[in-house]
């Protein structure tokens, strides 16, 4: 695990001391873009706890059509997701990072985020997680993130360009690696260039994967394994994206697609249909027919995936 100018800060209790509670800290090392770090760390934490990032997502309501614009906060998607109670249950940390930029919408096109070791969002989030795993003594071999929308499209950012830091990664209704790269609109599906939301950005499997090589030339070692998870009713964040995430990581990993699973079989449900790739421990994708935007967090599939459960 390699650190990148980190130093350690203080943490702000946003409530009592006394039971576990989404917190703010701050002061918690290199954040060249003000990105704001909010923490959920159980009562009983794990002699040596994994790390969850969960990048917040364009917020929606599940029981409606409505798409909402880009916005949300961190307490929202603390409040969006059940992984405060498994993080209770198995001990580990959630890390929530917030942006007020971009219409509150995470930075995926600037050169900065895109390069390792370079500045943007994506360098005040490995801030958070070094802090995290130097404060709560941390299993660095046991990092993930995972996001919706924008926090999807940040969650290929950060697998893509910090290899070394991330164990897996589950991206719900995101984009491929570097799909909105040179973009001088603001990086959201609502931004003058929609070319890569609406799935017209298209390239071959390795195309897609020399993009993420290139955003840290001559690393060797380790990739994040991927889950990729879409709606095929997604009309802000198309399907065609989830499919190019699925050719990137699928050049990246060095995997095939083996075999398609339909029907009760499927552990995200049986309007998904799950692409297996390999022995899916790697790569996997899943596809909900009549599901839109975001497609709604499975959170024991993500995390048996991650080897948390």
Known sequence: ????????????????????????????????????????????VASKPSLIVAVRHIP?????????PCGGTASQWYSGTRLPSYADA??????????????NCWDVNNAGSLTHGGSGDALGIISMVNYTLSKYNGDSSKVFV???SSGAMMTSVMAGAYP?????????SGVPFACFAGSKSDPTPF???????????????????????NA??????????????????????????????????????????????????????SQYTEMIYGDGTQLVGYFGQGVGHIAPPNEPVMLKFFGLL
């Not at 070394?164 to 719900?172: K, L, Q, R």
């Not at 929609?194 to 071959?204: N, R, V």
């Not at 997604?234 to 065609?240: F, G, S």
């Open 164 to 172: 070394e830091v991330f164990e897996a990664g589950a991206a719900y």
């Open 1 to 44: 695990m390699k650190f990148i100018g980190t130093t350690l800060g203080t943490l702000a209790l946003a409530g009592s001391v006394l039971g576990a509670s989404l917190q703010r800290v701050s002061d918690f090392g290199t954040n060249p873009t003000s990105v704001q770090m909010y923490i959920y760390v159980p009562e009983k």
């Open 191 to 213: 931004g003058a260039n929609q070319t890569c939301a609406q799935g017209q950005l298209q390239h071959t499997p390795e195309e897609w994967a020399q993009f993420v090589r």
């Open 216 to 269: 840290y030339p001559g690393y060797t070692g380790k990739r994040p394994r991927m889950q990729v998870i879409h709606g095929l009713a997604d009309t802000l964040v198309r399907p065609q994206c989830g499919y190019e995430q699925l050719k990137q990581w699928s050049a990246v990993l060095n995997v095939t697609s083996t075999k398609n699973n339909t029907g009760s079989s499927v552990p995200e449900g």
């Open 90 to 103: 198995q001990g580990f940390i959630v890390i929530y990072p917030q942006t007020t930029r971009y219409s």
């Open 60 to 68: 929606n309501t599940p029981l409606t059509s409505q798409l909402h």
């Open 146 to 148: 995972m996001g919706g």
